[in-house]
């Protein structure tokens, strides 16, 4: 083949591949942003390499984009994530402590990217696929740019255009699964929920610059 044409079927080929990353991440931003909150019930698992669960929690959250929301883990251990937007609290009730960092930590953590529907950070750090665009169901893939990102692959599952299920592979090899279910757009949150206040008598510790 004339060097031309090669020359000409590689720019075709990249041209191709540009306007479908395009696509799905415009296809992505829009389900993840076209409401301001949400709220779930979820079973997080660890999925071994035959496909078998194994450590699970599970709890409820609520979730007011861009930055705020209360995630709380009620089984095995009872744990409570609070971002107000500019501080986020980690409360572990069994140990009597609560740890405040900045929220601008947060700002590197996939899920939290991916929930606060923050998809111009999304785009920065990882390559956007549909893989599964039936009428029911829409699959995404997101592979990261850069190999030390902690991840090989997170997949998006939207059910009704909903965002259903996240499936994180790291870069040992674990997976791990977070279900949504029983899931609230746009809910009436009571404003407290985001304003977390340290029960008497725990230890506060404070992340170094927060």
Request: charged share 30%.
């Amino acid at each position: 083949m004339p060097t031309y044409l090669k020359g000409a079927m590689i720019s075709a080929l990249f041209s191709i591949s540009t306007a479908l990353h395009a696509s799905a991440v415009d296809r992505l931003s829009d389900l993840l942003t076209r409401h301001d909150g949400i709220q779930a019930d979820f079973e997080q698992y660890t999925v071994s390499e035959e496909g078998g669960r194994q450590e699970h929690s599970s709890g409820e959250f609520v979730l007011e984009r861009p930055a705020r929301f209360d995630w709380h883990t009620e089984l095995p251990f009872e744990q409570r994530i609070v971002s107000d937007g500019e501080y986020i609290w980690i409360y572990d009730p069994d140990l009597e402590q609560v740890t405040r960092k900045s929220a601008d930590n947060q700002v590197g953590s996939a899920p939290a990217m991916i929930l606060s529907g923050n998809i111009e950070a999304l785009e920065e750090q990882f390559d956007v696929r549909q893989i599964d665009d039936a009428p029911d169901r829409e699959v995404f893939e997101l592979v990261p740019q850069e190999a030390d990102s902690g991840f090989v692959r997170i997949r998006l599952l939207f059910s009704g255009e909903l965002l259903t299920e996240l499936l994180l592979e790291d870069s040992l090899g674990q997976r791990t699964s977070i279900m949504l279910d029983d899931i609230k757009v746009d809910p009436a949150v009571d404003e407290s929920r985001f304003n977390f206040v340290p029960p008497d008598g725990v230890d506060v510790i404070l992340d170094p610059g927060a």
